[in-house]
């Protein structure tokens, strides 16, 4: 079993010695305490809202500032932008090492370096534009009002096995244009002979999205739509604490890369959208939700499931949810996936005791501990009752 891992995985930013409970700091409103007394709430504030960090020159990704906010101490969430800023960032830097950062860094100025050299064909692909890139059902669905708006997104979905989501999601001539950018990004890189990072350990071709500019875009679609899905569907895997993404394509067919092994995505969530173009085979199978402990663990004949792939279809499922895809048989098919992650779900899960409840051996295993004490208590009364009789 293999973990299919990205390029960029995200810093953590708590541990149990400073998390703090709801309460909060006891330090003076709107004032940074020192920092050995840095805290984060276990829970967030969901109605708080938070601020956009675009505008800071950071060693960190933005969008993880926006999320750690609502678990800031309430006297500290009404303060100036500046101070939270700055608490967030001290514990940022506790947790994540130098040469982290430096990795960080680097990554960035290579992103940077292809940014300033390649020229999109599409540009209207590099800034979120629900209106050509949706359709209609989608942005339907979205376009709800607030008390409305979670029944009408759970309308659209269909789930044809347990923890595994479908819908429409994509138009046909946005995938067309995504399709001819990835080319022409990809004969960009063959003529300039710049050396490109591929979308994970697994796969040797397809490219990473985010590193050519589409960040941006794909960061809306995280934020504006599917932390919206992950609160509905997967609140036990971080829900709508998601902060961060990897964002990428993948190509398969007879000289591309032909199947994937069975394996767990590095993520809380994944977004995958068939792109295109004709092509044979290829479906995805699903073998049940699994923890790091029992990941190589046996598959129960109610976990199995196949699905086939249609241009601008999505499934949507949990990263810890096994997977693989079937061979390619013919043509040519390109898939869009997007990684999402949740900082706060990954360090609050290294300090569960027992027994996750997203994965499918856990719930097993606490159900069999649960009977076996059932029963060991039914034997004690029954001797009980026995020895009354008697």
């Not at 990704?61 to 609502?70: A, I, K």
């Not at 129960?300 to 048989?329: L, M, Q, S």
């Amino acid at each position: 079993m293999a973990v299919e891992r990205g390029k960029d995985s995200p810093l953590l930013p708590t541990s149990p010695a400073h998390v703090a409970g709801t309460n909060g700091n006891a330090n003076g409103a709107g004032v940074a305490p020192s920092n050995a007394n840095y805290r984060l709430r276990l829970n967030p504030n969901q109605d708080h809202r938070a601020e956009n960090y675009d505008d800071l020159g950071m060693e960190f990704t933005p969008l993880l500032f926006s999320s750690l906010e609502r678990y800031l101490p309430p006297n500290l969430l009404d303060v100036p932008r500046d101070t939270k800023y700055k608490y967030m960032r001290d514990i940022l830097r506790r947790y994540s090492t130098e040469g982290e950062r430096t990795r960080e860094q680097k990554h960035k100025e290579y992103r940077q370096k292809i940014v300033s050299n390649y020229q999109p064909l599409y540009r209207e692909l590099y800034t979120m534009n629900p209106s050509m890139f949706f359709v209609q059902s989608f942005l339907k669905a979205f376009n709800a009002n607030e008390k409305n708006k979670d029944e009408s997104i759970k309308s659209i979905m269909s789930e044809p096995a347990p923890g595994v989501y479908t819908f429409d999601m994509l138009q046909p001539r946005f995938c067309e244009m995504l399709l001819s950018e990835v080319e022409n990004f990809e004969k960009w890189v063959h003529e300039t002979k710049f050396r490109i990072m591929r979308p994970n350990t697994m796969n040797k071709f397809g490219a990473v999205l985010d590193d050519f500019g589409m960040q941006g875009t794909l960061d809306k679609l995280m934020e504006d739509f599917i932390r919206h899905i992950s609160k509905i569907f997967f609140p036990d895997v971080g829900g709508y604490s998601l902060d961060s993404h990897h964002g990428f394509v993948v190509e398969y067919g007879m000289d591309r890369d032909v199947e994937l092994g069975f394996h767990v995505d590095d993520s809380e969530v994944t977004l995958n959208v068939c792109l295109g173009k004709q092509f044979t085979g290829g479906e995805l199978f699903f073998r049940g939700v699994r923890c790091e402990k029992h990941v190589n663990s046996e598959t129960h004949p109610e976990e199995i499931f196949d699905y086939p792939h249609a241009p601008g279809r999505a499934i949507i499922h949990r990263g810890r949810h096994r997977h693989g895809a079937r061979a390619t048989t013919s043509g040519h098919r390109i898939n869009l996936l997007l990684w999402c992650r949740s900082s706060v779900f990954r360090e609050l899960k290294k300090h569960k005791k027992e027994f996750i409840n997203f994965c499918g051996e856990c719930k097993r295993e606490k159900k069999a501990r649960l009977l076996h004490s059932v029963a060991a208590r039914k034997k004690e009364l029954l001797v009980g009752e026995g020895d009354v009789a008697s």
